[in-house]
């Protein structure tokens, strides 16, 4: 699934255990994204923050980790405490990105991954050639 929102592109896989897109993981990076829109240019460039929040509204409990930098945010589902969010965050930029390399041998699989990354904004005075 790919999805615009304000700024944010969405990316998202289905999850393994439910075939669909992950809602809490989507719903999760939302919230995200809009405090990182509230912040604004008062978060520095080198913020980050990890974090683990269990949510079972898709019928089942579910671990999600969650990374949070200021041009982009990552959610891991079915991944509980133990692996490395570093070595998380980068099989899933691996995985979204064409261009990044897919680590060999990730710690876990996640179940269901979400992506969000900040865009440049559309300028009101861009021009549209054809």
Not at 10 to 39: F, K, N, Q, V
């Amino acid at each position: 699934m790919a999805q615009r929102k304000g700024n944010w592109d969405y990316l998202s896989t289905l999850c393994r255990h439910t075939s669909r897109i992950c809602g809490p993981g989507l719903w999760l990076a939302r919230r995200l994204t809009e405090c990182l829109d509230r912040g604004g240019p008062i978060i520095r460039d080198d913020f980050q923050l990890t974090g683990l929040a269990h949510l079972n509204d898709c019928g089942r409990a579910c671990p999600l980790t969650f990374r949070v930098a200021k041009r982009g945010v990552w959610v891991l589902g079915d991944v509980d405490r133990g692996p490395d969010p570093d070595a998380l965050v980068a099989f899933a930029k691996g995985f979204f990105d064409d261009v990044a390399p897919l680590p060999a041998s990730p710690p876990a699989v996640p179940a269901a991954m979400v992506q969000a990354l900040l865009s440049a904004p559309v300028s009101s005075t861009s021009k549209v050639s054809a």
